[in-house]
C-alpha cells in the first residue's frame, strides 16, 4: 500500500482510460471552489446580488489561466522555443501567479464597468478569496516538486527532488493564510473602496519577496527574479494608493 507522501508526490490522481487526472488540477478547482464560496459570503455584506461571483468566474477564470501561463511562458521560454506544443501543457506546471493577478485585474475593470459596480470595491471583496485560493493552491506545487528552495538543515525541512530544502510553497502557504485573516478582518471594518485590495497587494507582495529569494526556479528579468521586480511594483503601487485617498480625504 503507498504511503500519504507517495500518493501526494505523484502527479497523477487517477486514472479513467486514457484520461489521467493531475493532483494539480484537483487542487486548483479546490481553491477555486472555497474561494467563490468565501467570496459569496463576504458580498453578503455589501448587499452583492446573488450569483455575481459565479458570473465573474465564468469570464475571469479562462482569462487568468491563460495570463498565468503566458507569464510564465514568457520568463522560461526556452524550454518551451523547442518544444512549442508544452505551452498548452498546464497539467505539467507553470502557472504564474502575478500573470493571473494582471489579468483578472483587467477583467475586473471589465466586469464592473459592464455591470456599473464599483470596481474598487469590488476587489476589496475578492481579495481575501484570492489570497485564500492562493494558499490553498500552493500545495499543487508540492506535489509538481517544483516551487521548492535551496538545500537546508533546518527541522522543517522537506524532501524534495532529492533532497532535504526549504519548502518555499509551506511558507508561502501560511503567510497568506495570514494575510487572509488580516485582509477578512479589514474589510469588516468597511474602509475606502480599495484599500483592502491595496493591502492585499502589500502584504503579499512582502512575503513573495522574501521567499522568492529562497528559490531555485525563479523566472528571471536579466540578472533579476522577475517575481521580486513585481513584489516591489505592487508594495510602491498599494502604499501609493493608501496615500492617495488619505490625502483626498483630508481635502
Known sequence: MKSLEAILINPIAFE???LRVHWYGIIIAVAVAIGLLVARRLGKRFDYPAGIFEDFLIYVLPVALIGARLYYVAFNWAPYAADPARIIAVWEGGLAIHGAVLAAILVALWFCRRRNMD????????????????????WANYVNQEAYGTPTDLPWAMYIAGEYRHP?????????LLIFGILVWYLRKQPQPGRVFAMYLIGYSIG?????????????????????VISIAFILI??????????????
Do not use: C, H
Not at 470596481?119 to 500552493?138: K, S
Not at 518555499?168 to 497568506?176: A, G, H, K, P
Not at 502604499?239 to 483630508?250: D, L, M, Q, S
Open 16 to 18: 479513467l482510460g486514457p
Open 119 to 138: 470596481f474598487f470595491r469590488f476587489v476589496d471583496i475578492a481579495a481575501g478569496p484570492l489570497i485564500l485560493g492562493q494558499a490553498i493552491g500552493r
Open 168 to 176: 518555499t510553497f509551506l511558507y508561502e502557504s501560511l503567510w497568506n
Open 208 to 228: 513573495r519577496f522574501f521567499i522568492e529569494g529562497l528559490r531555485t526556479d525563479s523566472l528571471m528579468l536579466g540578472p533579476l527574479r522577475i517575481a521580486q
Open 238 to 251: 498599494g502604499i501609493g494608493y493608501f496615500v492617495y485617498t488619505k490625502r483626498r480625504r483630508e481635502v
